[in-house]
Antibody
Framework: QVQLVQSGAEVKKPGASVKVSCKTSGYIFSDYYIHWVRQAPGQGLEWMGWINPNRGDVNYPQKFQGRVTMISDTSISTAYMELSRLKSDDTAVYFC????????????WGQGSLVTVSS | SYELTQPPSVSVSPGQTARITCSGD??????AYWYQQKSGQAPVLVIY???KRPSGIPERFSGSSSGTMATLTVSGAQVEDEADYYC???????????FGGGTKLTVL
């Protein structure tokens, strides 16, 4: 079955960077996009972008352009999301999610990775 | 930036029908998708492409879209349907995805 397992919780200082990993199994990694979505404490979901593991192309909303980098390593079926210049309001649970049925939306989700930004 | 607007909360008694709306000016041209998120869990897709139900999602969940509004309907809502529900769609450019603000469904 499709599984996405994310890296553990992180605590970072303002201005630092964080890199979250998302190891996948149960399907051909390069066949489906990986999306990243975050959720601040008590808040709603926020789409951060996607990566096409087959070609490496990415799509980020304007809010995160210049600060987010999504990459993939097809040899180990793992996607990564790095967010730089962290601020306190980047404190959130970060989710990776595999595309559903090749229609471009998140369908299979990781368990989430809590990133806390605090001085 | 593009926004999808949902009511913050909807409340029904068990067995009643709950309707959650999502408005956005690109919805006449873009599909709506709906996610259910229970406390402390990852979201689950319950409706895709306005009205299709993924396998394993109960038939009481249905979706529709007309003009600038999409609607998620839970017919005969059950206590276990209590959750936050988010609509999701593309903006007018078709390049970027947006979540609605979420609606807390209470069934009691």
């Amino acid at each position: 079955q499709v599984q996405l397992v994310q890296s553990g919780a992180e605590v970072k200082k303002p201005g630092a960077s964080v890199k979250v990993s998302c190891k996948t199994s149960g399907y051909i990694f390069s066949d489906y996009y990986i999306h990243w979505v975050r959720q601040a404490p008590g808040q709603g979901l926020e789409w951060m972008g996607w990566i096409n593991p087959n070609r490496g192309d990415v799509n980020y909303p304007q809010k995160f352009q210049g600060r987010v980098t999504m990459i993939s390593d097809t040899s180990i079926s793992t996607a990564y999301m790095e967010l730089s210049r962290l601020k306190s309001d980047d404190t959130a649970v970060y989710f990776c999610a595999r595309e559903f049925m090749s229609i471009g939306i998140p369908g299979y989700w990781g368990q989430g990775s809590l990133v806390t930004v605090s001085s | 930036s593009y926004e999808l607007t949902q009511p913050p909360s909807v409340s029904v008694s068990p067995g009643q029908t709950a309707r959650i709306t999502c408005s956005g000016d690109a919805l006449p041209k873009k599909y709506a998708y709906w996610y259910q998120q229970k406390s402390g869990q990852a979201p689950v897709l319950v409706i895709y492409e306005d009205s299709k139900r993924p396998s394993g999602i109960p038939e009481r969940f249905s979706g529709s879209s007309s003009g600038t509004m999409a609607t998620l309907t839970v017919s005969g809502a059950q206590v276990e349907d209590e959750a936050d529900y988010y609509c999701y769609s593309k903006d007018n450019s078709g390049n970027f995805w947006v979540f609605g603000g979420g609606t807390k469904l209470t069934v009691l």
